[in-house]
Nanobody
Framework: GQLVESGGGLVQPGGALRLSCAAS????????MGWYRQAPGKQREAVAQ???????NYTNSVKNRFTVSRDNAKNTLYLKMNSLSPDDTAVYFC???????????WGQGTQVTVSS
């Protein structure tokens, strides 16, 4: 399968963005899905995850600010990000797998930069 992220860019602190992850070759309804990010000089970290039954969990730093969702008809995963801060600056990756402990498909990433 192929995952293609879009929607990244430059935003001011306090702003919002919505990332999209368009899937092909797989049906996201049959997969656990997730968003990860990697900031310069840091390890890749999980941001938000969604099980096949749409149970979600978030890393503490984004709770109540980020929302992961999926549109099965469009075969697309989303990440709505509100109240962005410079600490959210990173490359954001979409991922899919049989469960949230085993992600096997990865997108190429989209850059999010939060700066005034």
């Amino acid at each position: 399968g192929q995952l293609v992220e879009s929607g990244g860019g430059l935003v001011q602190p306090g702003g919002a963005l919505r990332l999209s992850c368009a899937a092909s070759g797989i049906l996201i309804r049959d997969y656990a899905m997730g968003w990860y990010r990697q900031a310069p000089g840091k390890q890749r970290e999980a941001v938000a995850q969604m099980t096949r039954t749409s149970i979600t969990n978030y890393t503490n730093s984004v709770k109540n600010r980020f929302t992961v969702s999926r549109d099965n008809a469009k075969n697309t995963l989303y990440l709505k990000m509100n109240s962005l801060s410079p600490d959210d600056t990173a490359v954001y990756f979409c991922t899919a797998g049989p469960n949230i402990a085993s992600f096997t498909e990865w997108g190429q990433g989209t850059q999010v930069t939060v700066s005034s």
